[in-house]
């Protein structure tokens, strides 16, 4: 297939998965609410970032290690849309023309990096933040690059990653925000010829995250796996938007979203999108959201959207559940003795413990589950 | 010494025709050191009459009790009974995805004892109880059930039979789908947890098969929901020669 066939094809799409994206702020109205991409979000408390509000913060940032990759920063004007990016709503256009300058982690050419990188962005104040940053993986190269946010913030931001031919890439981002912190993120993902893109999605903290994580291909043979966790708790609303458009044959992608929601007002929202192009033939894609509710007065909601232009396909699949805790695994566990709460915590410990079991990075995994443990013991202690 | 009474026990369930009569009045009384068989057709009550003792949230107890050394298990929670000393083996055991059976057995060791294992021998005794049914030390990192083959899942519950040593233990038709080598094991194991001091068993089956390897002092043939004939091992010969037929009322 050239490239000028597979353009041809790419026009012809009129999936509403695929709207007109553009840089201009001016090109995307204010959201009222009611639109089909916003119709879950609190718009009132996104503090303006949906708006016209003036970004005159900062995060700090603090690099925990130094494996060999380079970091630096770069006119956004040379950078930004450099994984096919292009806003598509209101807040990545205004967070991108906001800023003059970009963060670039280079992961080099062939770099076989052992030792993940780990940025850890800490906010001091509600002023709003833009921010923009691209992440390169050199041709068949290998690295994990972990983004952790924490304290507070007001933050619109936008995280390009190019995934070069025959590369791996982890990419693990940890929203552990103070509660009082509201972000509006996206993330691009770019899949060059047979590479591996793997993003680690967690989130823990703040009074709002919506984070909006879209996948594309750039040639045939790319895979790309997301997992995410969270834990919503009272009055927190979660939102991750995915979307992964398969815009290149014989490409896989695997979605796995977990998550638990406790106390009054825990809200989270999961909207899994997936198109299968028409020259994606040869594609495998499976997706899937499941949700814990672990007390009264919580909202999960779970859309799940695939859209095949082609039959031609080795798989597609999706699942979407949400519900409270299983009779029958708590009169199991009981049945042994242990107590209705301790059945309750291993249940969900187990829960979130088979995705972290999937991480596939040992440093990582054991944090993860002493958070998990650590959420546990500050919910569900006080509640059930 | 202890002693398992069940009394004029009745049971319903829910159903989308309102409640149906499941038990309706069963008796008996197992001391340690017995084995007593529950045989009968398929929907006589016989696992109603395992779950409703253990506690399951599905069952009604509408009549009679159930008492275990004189305290009422009815009025205890599925776990207090447990701790009382109740066991269940359950025909379908349930998948707890996430859960090691390692991290499991050990919450509920220490749930039953009001501490926890000592450490030193605690890994033996757990792997000892899986090298006893044939499965791998391993097996204590998978997660409970999941993924185990049905015969796995049998031989699992009977090693925390072994391993949680309750006073009673009720197999629900613990040798449904298994093999005549998973068979053996399974039956080997039962039979050791009953040689110890002051057991009693509640040996729940369809089949007369296990009988040859666990041998029960009393047999009882469940029919609609009653015993309709309790005997000692040659009732169980009986019903392997001519079946259930001569219990069933014939229909009118």
Excluded at chain 1, 131 to 158: C, W
Aim: overall charge negative; hydrophobic content about 40%; aromatic content about 6%.
């Amino acid at each position: 297939m050239t490239a000028e066939v597979v353009e041809q094809a790419l026009e012809k799409v009129e999936s509403h998965l695929h709207p007109e994206g553009s840089f201009d702020v001016d090109a995307h109205e204010v959201p009222t609410g009611r639109e089909e991409i916003w119709r879950f979000t609190p718009l009132k408390r996104l503090r303006g970032l949906h708006q016209d509000v003036e970004f005159t913060g900062a995060l700090k940032a603090t690099r925990q290690t130094e494996p060999g990759l380079t970091v630096e920063t770069v006119p956004t004007a040379d950078v930004r849309g450099v994984s096919g990016f292009v806003p598509t709503d209101r807040i990545a256009a205004r967070a991108l023309s906001a800023v003059a300058e970009s963060t670039l982690v280079t992961v080099p050419v062939e770099a076989d990096l052992a030792e993940p990188f780990i940025v850890t962005l800490t906010g001091t104040s509600a002023d709003p933040v833009a921010e923009h940053v691209v992440i390169r993986a050199g041709r068949h190269s290998r690295a994990t690059v972990v983004l952790r946010y924490e304290g507070t913030a007001t933050l619109a931001d936008n995280v390009e990653i190019v995934v070069e031919d025959g590369a791996q890439l982890t990419v693990v981002s940890v929203d552990d925000w103070a509660d009082d912190a509201v972000r509006a993120g996206h993330r691009h993902i770019n899949v060059g010829r047979d590479a591996q893109f793997k993003h680690v999605d967690i989130t823990f903290g703040g009074d709002v995250v919506r984070n909006d994580t879209t996948a594309e291909y750039a040639g045939p043979g790319g895979s790309v796996e997301m997992l995410g966790l969270y834990f919503a708790d009272e009055g927190q609303h979660i939102e991750h938007r995915l979307f992964v458009d398969h815009t290149a044959p014989k490409t896989k992608s695997h979605v796995v979203y977990k998550g638990a929601l406790q106390g009054q007002g825990a809200h989270t929202v999961w909207i899994g999108n997936v198109l299968i192009r028409k020259e994606a033939e040869g594609i495998e894609t499976y997706e899937e959201n499941r949700n814990l509710v672990l007390s009264d007065g919580c909202q999960a909601d779970s859309v799940p959207n695939l859209e095949i232009e082609t039959g031609e396909i080795e798989g597609a699949g999706h699942a979407s559940a949400t519900a409270r805790f299983d009779d029958e695994q708590l009169f199991y566990l009981r049945s042994r003795g242990i107590s209705e709460k301790e059945a309750q915590r291993l249940v969900v410990h187990g829960f979130f413990n088979d995705l972290i079991r999937q991480v596939g990075v040992p440093e990582l995994e054991e944090s993860l589950a002493a958070t998990v443990e650590a959420e546990l013991a500050k919910n569900v202690a006080g509640v059930l | 010494m202890s002693t398992l009474e069940i009394k004029d026990l009745q049971v319903s369930v829910d159903t989308e025709d309102g409640a149906k009569e499941i038990l309706k009045g069963v008796t008996l009384t197992i001391k340690s050191g017995e084995t007593h068989a529950i045989m009968g057709p398929n929907g006589s009550g016989k696992s109603t009459t395992a779950y409703s003792i253990a506690g399951h949230p599905k069952y009604d107890i509408t009549g009679g009790e159930v008492l275990l050394d004189g305290e009422n298990v009815l009025e205890m929670s599925v776990d207090e009974r447990a701790r009382a000393g109740l066991f269940l083996a359950m025909q379908y055991p349930v998948e707890v995805p996430g859960v090691s059976m390692a991290n499991f057995l050990r919450t509920a060791k220490t749930a039953l004892d009001g501490e926890a294992p000592k450490l030193r021998t605690w890994v033996k005794d757990v792997n000892g109880a899986l090298d006893r049914m044939n499965l791998d030390p391993a097996f204590s990192q998978r997660s409970v059930n999941e993924g185990f083959s049905g015969g796995e899942k049998k031989r699992a519950e009977i090693a925390q039979l072994d391993v949680l040593d309750p006073k009673f233990a009720i197999l629900d038709e613990i040798d449904s789908g298994l093999d005549i080598d998973a068979l053996k094991v399974v039956s080997d194991g039962i039979n050791d947890y009953v040689a110890r001091e002051a057991k009693g068993l509640l040996l729940i089956t369809h089949y007369t098969r296990i009988l040859r390897y666990v041998k029960p002092d009393v047999v009882h043939v469940f029919v609609d929901g009653r015993i309709a004939e309790s005997g000692g091992p040659e009732l169980a010969e009986e019903l392997e020669a001519t079946g259930y037929e001569r219990f069933i009322p014939a229909k009118a």
